[in-house]
């Protein structure tokens, strides 16, 4: 990145890691110094929770907001009807109103974190693009917006190219959903004078033709801003662990699991972690991801800390530390553990240990519980598990028991009414 930014939000941006590609640097930093720039980024309402995979672009709207802009977190209540066929090789299953709803106000917690909402100039605001998507004319819109549009150039943008190279169907539901958000940019710039949408690079397609449409149809400048898609250093895609998604609401995922997450990050991805995912001065990240050898785990402690605390609270992240350090250190099980509650109704006359190491979360499957025990990779109470017909009843649950899959999975198993 040769370009030397005037305002501090794209120097922070470039400095950190943050800057996949934008359309116009040197306008949108012109921009950034004379005054609050609203900006957006959408989230459709696919799950219950945001997880991990978010967090880099949300990190970019509590930046700009730090800086001295304005924040627009944009609900998806009327896009996820249609579904992003961005680089999916098949059409997302369609969810309901009610469904769209509830996922919407589970998403919602997780921004109170990381944003301050209010009625000031740079204070966040958030919207739902079901406000103007469900009042639409159908003609209306195909005559007034839908002539804006090649259909030559939309099947050259790589997100459906990509589809049709491989013979994979693209419904006429999702082609229409790059036109609804470039739709949204238009409507948030004539409502709300938003200037800047930024997403995950695999969204520029779409940002650009945002951009495209505000410009005929209103004659104004916008801009857009994209980060780069997030892998770890061995290869995987950021945001998945082996338990699945890492979840950024409480209920979905523990602190204790977020944080040991963070905690079990490469070596080589703590430095660049910390700088995008933590306030720590760049200067610091960089003295703590060159450490090596057992001093690169105390910069992994570091990063979980910093992380769990911005999401859950500084006492979640000192309460998660403290268990990890009982568990591992000491042996021990640790207040903080993700913990499955049984009753006696569930536990019958007793529960397979199989059965347990699923429904605590440990594994995906009765199948893979088995193959875990079968490679000694399965303990109880920290000694190895060898017998996958073990089965568990009342009295063995008279203490909590602790099970633990590998070196760093655990959880506890108690009788509970």
């Known amino acids: 990145m040769t370009y030397h930014p005037k305002s501090e939000f794209l120097r922070v941006m470039i400095e950190r890691g943050f800057l996949a590609d934008c359309t116009d640097y040197q306008a949108l930093d012109d921009a950034l110094t004379a005054g609050v720039v609203p900006a957006y980024i959408g989230y459709d309402a696919t799950a219950a929770s945001l997880h991990v995979g978010h967090l880099l672009n949300i990190m970019m709207l509590r930046w700009l907001q730090k800086t001295g802009h304005k924040p627009i977190t944009l609900m998806g209540g009327g896009t996820t009807k249609v579904g992003d066929p961005s680089f ?56 007034d917006i839908g002539r804006h549009f090649s259909v030559n150039r939309m099947l050259s943008f790589e997100s459906v190219k990509s589809r049709l190279d491989r013979e994979q169907s693209l419904s006429f539901l999702e082609f229409n959903y790059m036109i609804l958000q470039a739709y949204d940019f238009l409507e948030l710039n004539r409502r709300y004078g938003c200037l800047l949408q930024m997403g995950g690079s695999d969204q520029w397609g779409n940002i650009v033709n945002g951009i495209d449409l505000t410009r005929r149809v209103l004659d104004h400048e916008i801009y857009g801003l994209t980060s780069p898609l997030l892998t770890t250093s061995d290869g995987r895609k950021m ?34 972690f910390l700088k995008l995912y933590t306030e720590l001065p760049v200067d610091e990240c960089d003295r ?4 090596s050898g057992s001093d690169i785990n105390d ?14 609270g500084a006492d979640a992240a000192k309460a998660a ?97």
């Open 321 to 417: 530390e403290a268990t990890a350090r009982e568990v591992f250190e000491k042996g021990g099980v640790g207040d903080d553990l993700p913990t499955l509650d049984l009753t006696t109704a569930d536990l019958g006359d007793g529960i397979s240990i199989v059965q347990l190491i699923v429904k605590s979360g440990l594994a995906k499957s009765g199948k893979e519980a088995k193959r875990l025990i079968a490679e000694n990779g399965a303990k109880l109470n920290d000694e190895p598990l060898t017998n996958a017909g073990l089965m568990i009843d009342a009295a063995a649950l008279a203490d909590p028991i602790k099970l633990s899959a590998g070196k760093k999975r655990h959880a506890l198993v108690q009788l509970n009414g």
């Open 88 to 143: 999916r090789s098949d059409e997302r299953p369609l969810l309901g109103p009610e469904q769209i709803d509830a996922n919407i106000e589970g998403m919602q917690q997780v921004f109170a974190r990381y944003l301050d909402y209010g009625n000031g100039d740079a204070d966040a605001i958030m919207l739902n693009n079901a406000e103007w998507l469900d009042e639409l004319n159908y003609l209306d819109f195909l005559r």
């Open 288 to 291: 703590l991801g060159a450490l």
């Open 299 to 312: 910069a992994k402690i570091i990063l979980a800390n910093e992380v769990t605390t911005l999401l859950h």
């Open 239 to 272: 945001g998945k662990s082996q338990g699945g998604a890492v979840w950024l609401n409480a209920e979905m995922l523990s602190p204790y699991e977020f944080w040991q997450f963070w905690r079990n990050t490469t070596d080589a991805d703590v430095g660049r």
